[in-house]
C-alpha cells in the first residue's frame, strides 16, 4: 500500500496515527452527537456503528488508492482520542485540489485543537512540496470551522456547490505559508 505522506506526526499537544477498523468505538460516538455532526459531510439514517463503519473505510480506502486521507488526533498526554484531521485529494469544480479538513470532538471544542491539527497538516503539504496550494471545504453555515481556516492563515476564495452542499472554499499558497 503507498501511503502519500507520514503519521506518528506531532504538534505541541497532538500526534496522529493512521485510521484503523478499531476506531470504530470512538468514532461511533462521534456520529451520536448531533451537534458534532449537524455539519458533517456523511449524514444518514444508519446506525452510529454502520456510520463510523463507513467512514474508516472511506479513510482506509483513501489510503489504498494513494489519496491521502484523514488521521486520528491524540491527545499527548492522555492518549485521548480528540477526533481527525488529515489532507484530502478531492476534486473541486473541475479542478484537482489539496484539502486540509478536521473534524474534533466536541467535548474538545474551543481549545485550540482543530487550528493547531490542521497547521501540522497545512505544515506537512508544504514542507514536503505536496501542493502549491491547500484548501479547505466547509459549508457555509459552519462558522466555527471557517475561523479556524482563517487563524491558519486560509482566506476564503469563493462559494460553490460540492457534494449537494453550500460550502465555501478557503485557500492559502506556498509563498502565503509561515
Avoid at 60 to 75: A, D, K
Avoid at 113 to 123: C, G, K, M, N, V
Avoid at 133 to 138: G, K, L, W
Wanted: glycine content about 6%; overall charge neutral.
Amino acid at each position: 500500500m503507498y501511503l502519500p505522506y507520514p503519521d506518528q506526526l506531532e504538534s505541541p499537544r497532538l500526534r496522529t496515527r493512521f485510521v484503523t477498523p478499531a476506531d470504530q468505538v470512538p468514532w461511533a460516538d462521534f456520529f451520536k452527537d448531533p451537534e458534532a455532526v449537524a455539519l458533517f459531510p456523511d449524514a444518514g439514517s444508519a446506525s452510529y456503528a454502520e456510520r463510523a463503519e463507513r467512514w474508516i473505510e472511506r479513510q482506509l480506502t483513501r489510503y489504498r488508492e494513494g489519496r491521502f486521507g484523514m488521521q486520528v488526533l491524540l491527545e499527548k498526554t492522555t492518549g485521548a482520542f480528540v477526533g481527525q484531521c488529515g489532507l484530502l485529494a478531492q476534486e473541486v469544480d473541475g479542478v484537482a485540489e489539496l484539502e486540509v479538513g478536521y473534524h474534533v470532538f466536541r467535548k474538545y471544542w474551543g481549545q485550540g485543537y482543530a487550528p493547531e491539527a490542521a497547521r501540522l497538516f497545512i505544515d506537512l503539504a508544504f514542507s514536503r512540496y505536496l501542493a502549491d496550494s491547500v484548501i479547505s471545504i466547509i459549508d457555509v453555515r459552519n462558522v466555527n470551522s471557517q475561523r479556524v481556516a482563517e487563524k491558519n492563515g486560509l482566506q476564503r476564495e469563493k462559494q460553490t456547490r460540492w457534494s449537494d452542499l453550500d460550502v465555501y472554499i478557503y485557500r492559502i499558497e506556498r509563498p502565503h505559508w509561515k
